[in-house]
């Protein structure tokens, strides 16, 4: 992250304290970051017409998160959470449009689920991970967690312990356990 910790969980705090000129200088010390993550998790998409730009993903979180009746965010590194989730939501929402009858049937992109080596079949409908993470989440909320910044962010292994500020052999660990458990998931 470009910025300090600190100064961004100041920012945060100001913002949600109702001062909108915290928003305004929050914006451009997080903006590279998340776009970077943006960009890393659309990383060989097509340049089609309808195509999903990094910077239009990142205006669109900056417009979910702007736009919530009351979001809590405690950190910066809760703020890169809330944004890899809403990341998250937002690409499963348009494969869910794009896997509708009359915009492409069963169409899917294969790069997503070849993404981070996720032991997803080629045939997943982006719908049915969701689910599965959701079922994870209920069992163990840090290794949904670890799916998101992983699957969904594109973080490496040390970027999620830095968010998560665990261990990164914990990261490790949990990064196992969680692809082992999606994999039996989807595989049912």
Not at 30 to 47: I, K, S
Not at 71 to 96: K, P, Q, T
Not at 138 to 154: N, T
């Amino acid at each position: 992250m470009s910025a300090s910790n600190d100064e961004v969980t100041r920012l945060i705090q100001s913002w949600q304290s109702g001062d909108p000129e915290a928003l305004e200088r929050l914006l451009p010390l997080v903006y590279a970051d998340l776009r970077a993550m943006a960009a890393y998790r659309l990383a060989g998409e097509e340049n089609g017409p309808g195509t999903l730009q990094p910077t239009a993903l990142v205006h669109d979180v900056f417009l979910r998160m702007a736009g919530a009746e009351r979001l809590d965010i405690a950190s910066s590194a809760h703020l890169f959470h809330v944004a890899g989730r809403i990341m998250r939501n937002i690409l499963v929402d348009r494969a869910r449009q794009a896997g509708a009858g009359k915009r492409g049937g069963e169409w899917q992109r294969v790069d997503l689920i070849e993404a981070m080596g996720l032991p997803i079949p080629e045939n997943t409908r982006l719908g049915l991970l969701d689910s599965a993470i959701e079922g994870l989440e209920k069992i163990d909320p840090r290794l949904a967690r670890i799916v998101e910044l992983r699957y969904f962010v594109g973080l490496s292994v040390p970027q999620v312990a830095a968010v998560l500020e665990v261990d990164e052999r914990t990261v490790y660990r949990d990064w196992a356990l969680a692809k082992s458990w999606l994999q039996r998931e989807l595989e049912a």
